[in-house]
């Protein structure tokens, strides 16, 4: 009987030592469950766990937010519970990966969850603007400052310092400030996006023709130069300055290197070496896939039949992103309004090796 009460004690300790994060609710599978899950994806399987038996959750991350997530409620901006958030991009930084969600019941505003890179555990929710998309997030290393799409009267592009990140905490009326926020021309709707040598690549998803990519040089202070001979005058300045934005002149455009038409149902871009990669997927009921481009074999136009390569990802699939070798898949179906007619449940960031999917 002592030695029951001494285990109950035990763990009331260790309670108060080390108190539950509600944000981070860990409901789902297992790392081992997760793991078993993909067996039937082979080569997606092999380049994922292949070569980390000896490494923390066999590189994965439990995605935050999928049960329950702390966020603002876009009427009161009282601090409130979603259990609707949908992950949409991923991007790692020096110390962090970043995860951004929306709330698919337009209740709450939209987050950035921000795991630790090392540890793989959770930090904490940043509470953006409004209700953005957030289909891409990625991140200019040169600058420190994460970049995401937004949504509104045209496609937009916005920036948040990392600082800024890091400082943020939630509570009631906070939401984290843009440094930078422009509209586009040359894509009608941004939902992927990724970062390469001063460059952002912003793409958007189409269901029934060919998708669109566009390239954005940044300046030697990191911000998108801007085209200041077209304007748009439905930007509702007073919904920015509302919302917390940094009052930088959205009504103007990003000024773009270029365009190029893309595949249709598109939902990450990434670049490797020589290579530039798509995630593409629509609906549980078909697998999703990863393409690979050879960048010097590619003109204008990026079809099916220009890829080296592609494989078979479970259904959801949803931004990509390379570094160290190492591919990062964040699947969206997880999320309420797809679990349960998920074949294949995935609520975890999935690394693949680069190189096992090159061999193959």
Same mark, same amino acid.
């Given at each position: ?43 997606? !399987? ?121 400082? !943020? ?45 566009? %390239? ?96 078979? %990802? ?47």
């Amino acid at each position: 009987m002592h030695t029951k009460n001494y285990k109950i004690l035990f763990l009331f300790l260790l309670l108060l030592i080390f108190p539950l994060k509600a944000e981070a609710a860990h409901h789902g599978l297992t790392v081992d469950q997760q793991k078993d899950s993909l067996e039937d994806y082979h080569h997606f !399987y092999h380049a994922a766990f292949s070569d980390k038996e000896e490494v923390p959750d066999y590189g994965m991350y439990k995605i935050p937010g999928l049960y329950n997530a702390k966020t603002l409620n876009l009427k009161t901006n009282d601090i409130s519970d979603s259990r609707t958030m949908t992950p949409q991009g991923i991007a790692l930084t020096e110390k962090y990966l970043l995860i951004s969600a929306y709330s698919h019941d337009h209740q709450n505003h939209s987050v950035i969850y921000m795991l630790d890179r090392q540890t793989h555990r959770f930090i904490k929710t940043v509470v953006l603007p409004k209700h953005p998309h957030l289909g891409g997030i990625a991140y200019d290393p040169k600058h420190q400052r994460v970049w995401v799409t937004t949504g509104g009267p045209l496609a937009g592009l916005a920036s948040i310092d990392l600082k800024e990140l890091e400082a !943020y905490q939630l509570k009631r009326d906070s939401v984290i400030s843009y440094h930078q926020q422009l509209s586009l021309k040359e894509v009608s709707h941004a939902s992927a996006l990724t970062y390469t040598s001063g460059v952002l690549v912003v793409g958007y998803f189409t269901l029934n023709e060919y998708g669109r990519m566009a %390239t954005y040089r940044l300046n030697d202070q990191g911000e998108l130069t801007i085209d200041s001979h077209e304007k748009i005058s439905s930007f509702d300045q007073g919904e920015r300055v509302h919302s917390g934005l940094t009052p930088v002149p959205s009504s103007q455009f990003a000024r773009s290197l270029g365009s190029w038409k893309t595949l249709d149902m598109i939902q990450g871009l990434t670049f490797y070496q020589d290579y530039l990669l798509m995630s593409q997927s629509w609906g549980p009921d078909r697998p999703g896939k990863i393409y690979f481009f050879n960048l010097d074999k590619v003109d204008r136009f990026f079809s099916i039949k220009d890829a080296e390569f592609s494989i078979d %990802t479970p259904p959801y699939v949803e931004q990509i992103t390379a570094i160290d070798d190492q591919l990062y898949t964040l699947f969206e179906g997880g999320a309420w309004p797809y679990r349960t007619r998920n074949p294949v449940l995935v609520d975890h960031v999935i690394q693949l090796t680069i190189k096992e999917l090159l061999s193959k």
